[in-house]
C-alpha cells in the first residue's frame, strides 16, 4: 500500500484540497496518510476533519497525525510539501518594507527580487532537514514541492541532496483564462462582469474559476519556461486541432488596454504569450522597479492584500474546525482539486498514464537552451516509472535569456543559504534586475540577515 507523508498539512487550503482530493481517490484506496504539522491547533483541526472523511467517504486510509517530520518519513513512498516559515503574510510584508528604505521598489516580494531571495533563505532550513531525513528514511520517495519560491525550492532539493523532486503550481491556468478572455466570442464562453484582471483578489477568483471551467475543456494549451515566468508556445482547439495562435494575436490586442498591460505589452515586445499574469510577471523583468518612470503605477501592479488573505487564512481554519466537528457539511470537498499531487500519486503508484499541463523538474533537456540540471516547467507525463518532461525544444533566445539570469540568480541564492554564504548572497541581490546601486544591495541584506537572525543562523556561525 501507498505511504503517503504530508508536511505542512495544517495548511487552510491544503487541508482542503490536497487531503480531501487523496481520500477521494478509489486507486489510493487503503494507503497510509500520515499528517505533519509543528501547529498542533492547525493539525489536530485537520486530522479530525480527515478522519471524518475517511469514515464517511470509506476512504479505507490509515491516518495519523505528527508534530515532527522525522516520526513521519519511515518507508514513505512520496513526501508532499507545503512547509512555510511564518506568519505568511507578515513576512512578506516586511520583505517588501524593507527595501523601501533603500530606495528600492519591488513589484511584488514573493518569488522574485530581494524578496525572493529572502523567503528562500528562510524556508530553506527546515527544507533540508526534511530532505537529509528523507535520504535516510525513504530514500527512494518523491518529494512534492507546493512551497513558494518554486524554482529555489526545487532547485535546493535537487542540487543539495539525492531526492527525487517534482514541483507543482496551478498558474498555467491563469494563462488559460487569460485566453478564455481574448477568444470568448469564438470559443462561445461567458466572461462574467466585473472581471479586472487575474491579480489575487477574493472578489476576483471566483469570476477568474468561472472562465477556466468554461475554456479548460475546449483548448490545449502547451508552455514552457521557468515557474510563474513561463511562455505560451502554442494554442488548439481541442475539438478541430485549429491552432489559435494567429487568432489570439490579434484577439487579445483588442481587449481593453486596462486588461493586464504588462502582459500585453510583452507580448506585444516578444512576441510569445507570458503565462502568470502580470502580478507574478512583474518581479522577473529588469524594467519594472525604475523609481523614476514608476512602472508599477503605469502597469497598475497591485500588490497582495496581506492583511485581508491573513485573515482569509484564519476564517478557512474556522471552517476547517466546523467540518472537522460535524457542524458543516463536507459536500463541498468532493470537488477539491490536489493542484497535481493526486495525479502523480495515482499514476507513479499503479503505473498507470498522465498527461499533466505543467510540473517543475531538472532540466535534461526539455527546454534546449535553458542550463542542464536547473529547474524548469514544462508538461510532463507521468507512469509507474516517474515523472517524465516533455521535450518542447529551444525557447526564442530573447525569452531564454530572461529565463537564464532568473535561473543564474536563484541558484546563487540557494547556494548562499544552505551554505550560509554572505559573498554569495550579495552576489544573488546585486545580479538580480530590481537592484540598481551596489551600496543598496549590501544595506537590503545586511538588514534583511538582521531582521531574521532567528530564521537564518547558517549565515551567523
Request: glycine share 6%; aromatic share 8%; proline share 5%.
Amino acid at each position: 500500500m501507498t505511504i503517503i507523508t504530508v508536511i505542512g498539512a495544517g495548511s487552510a487550503s491544503f487541508g482542503e484540497n490536497t487531503l480531501s482530493a487523496l481520500l477521494r481517490s478509489e486507486k489510493l484506496k487503503g494507503s497510509t496518510l500520515r499528517l505533519v504539522d509543528r501547529n498542533a491547533q492547525s493539525l489536530d483541526i485537520v486530522y479530525r476533519l480527515t478522519n471524518r472523511l475517511n469514515k464517511e467517504w470509506n476512504a479505507g486510509f490509515i491516518v495519523s497525525a505528527h508534530a515532527s517530520h522525522k516520526d513521519a518519513l519511515d518507508g514513505a513512498n512520496f513526501v508532499v510539501s507545503a512547509i512555510e516559515v511564518g506568519p505568511r503574510e507578515e513576512l512578506w510584508k516586511s520583505d517588501y518594507d524593507i527595501t523601501l528604505k533603500y530606495g528600492v521598489h519591488q513589484p511584488y516580494a514573493e518569488n522574485g527580487g530581494p524578496g525572493g531571495f529572502i523567503h528562500t533563505a528562510r524556508n530553506i532550513m527546515p527544507l533540508m532537514e526534511i530532505v537529509r531525513d528523507m535520504e535516510q528514511a525513504c530514500p527512494d520517495a518523491w518529494f512534492i514541492n507546493f512551497t513558494n519560491p518554486m524554482v529555489r525550492i526545487c532547485d535546493a532539493v535537487n542540487r543539495h541532496s539525492k531526492i527525487k523532486v517534482v514541483g507543482l503550481c496551478h498558474q498555467i491556468y491563469t494563462g488559460y483564462t487569460m485566453v478564455g478572455v481574448a477568444l470568448a466570442k469564438e470559443l462561445g464562453i461567458q466572461i462574467p462582469d466585473g472581471l479586472e484582471g487575474m491579480h489575487a483578489d477574493v472578489m476576483q477568483h471566483p469570476l477568474q474559476q468561472m472562465i477556466r471551467q468554461q475554456v479548460v475543456p475546449l483548448i490545449d494549451i502547451r508552455a514552457a519556461g521557468t515557474n510563474h515566468f513561463s511562455w505560451i508556445l502554442s494554442v488548439h482547439d481541442k475539438r478541430t486541432g485549429e491552432d489559435l495562435y494567429p487568432l489570439l494575436k490579434k484577439r487579445f490586442f483588442e481587449l481593453d488596454e486596462k486588461f493586464e498591460p504588462l502582459t500585453r505589452r510583452i507580448f506585444r515586445d516578444f512576441g510569445l504569450f507570458p503565462v502568470p499574469g502580470d502580478t507574478h510577471l512583474c518581479e522577473y523583468l529588469p524594467w519594472m522597479s525604475d523609481p523614476v518612470t514608476k512602472p508599477w503605477d503605469k502597469f497598475n501592479i497591485r500588490l497582495y492584500d496581506w492583511e485581508m488573505m491573513a485573515s482569509l487564512r484564519d476564517f478557512s481554519l474556522d471552517r476547517l474546525n466546523e467540518m472537522a466537528n460535524s457542524e458543516m457539511t463536507v459536500e463541498g470537498l468532493l470537488d477539491a482539486d490536489s493542484e497535481g499531487a493526486l495525479e502523480m500519486i495515482e499514476n507513479i503508484s499503479h503505473a498507470s498514464n498522465h498527461y499533466h499541463l505543467a510540473a517543475n523538474l531538472p532540466n535534461v533537456g526539455q527546454i534546449s537552451n535553458l542550463p542542464h540540471g536547473a529547474i524548469v516547467e514544462t508538461p510532463v507525463m507521468v507512469d509507474g516509472s516517474g515523472i517524465h518532461p516533455v521535450h518542447v525544444g529551444a525557447l526564442p533566445e530573447p525569452i531564454a535569456e530572461l529565463c537564464r539570469r532568473e535561473l543564474m540568480i536563484a541558484q546563487l541564492g540557494v547556494d548562499a543559504a544552505v551554505e550560509g554564504s554572505y559573498e554569495k548572497a550579495l552576489q544573488c541581490l546585486l545580479l538580480d534586475p530590481v537592484i540598481r546601486d551596489l551600496d543598496s544591495a549590501k544595506l537590503i541584506l545586511d538588514d534583511y540577515l538582521k531582521t531574521y537572525r532567528e530564521h537564518l543562523p547558517q549565515f551567523w556561525r
